[in-house]
């Protein structure tokens, strides 16, 4: 069974940083794109950063030069650095990761049960 368990989140001040951990498991042939998603109270799940297998990154517009997503293909962990946090950075953040079970079967997706960011003064 495949599973995601991510940890990091906590309670900063404005301006504070905070790295996230997602760490995958499972009897998987390889995990390739791996997200980062935040849920916003009262506001819908969006993406925040993905990381391919090869490193090639992107992220949401308004996040760039304040984080950074990157991963371990060996521990398949990922991170995600959050820099000069912001009170609407607050926010549960889930990592997911498309997987492929045996070397020809089709892309699933795993999700993680989130954390919890919270920034306040």
């Known amino acids: 069974q495949v599973q995601l368990v991510e940890s990091g989140g906590g309670l900063v001040r404005p301006g504070a940083s905070l790295r996230l951990s997602c760490a995958a498991s499972?009897?998987?042939?390889?995990?390739?794109?791996m997200y980062w998603y935040r849920q916003i109270p009262g506001k819908q799940r969006e993406m925040v950063a993905l990381?391919?297998?090869?490193?090639?990154?992107n992220y949401a517009d308004s996040l760039k030069g304040r984080f950074t997503i990157s991963r371990d293909n060996v521990s398949n962990t990922m991170w995600l650095q959050m820099n000069s946090l912001k009170a609407e950075d607050t926010a549960v953040y889930y990592c997911?990761?498309?997987?492929?079970?045996?070397?020809?079967?089709?892309?699933?997706?795993?999700w993680g049960q989130g954390t919890l960011v919270t920034v306040s003064s």
């Open positions: 499972g009897l998987v042939f390889s995990f390739d794109t």
């Open positions: 990381i391919a297998r090869d490193g090639y990154t």
């Open positions: 997911k990761a498309e997987y492929k079970r045996w070397i020809l079967s089709s892309s699933t997706d795993a």
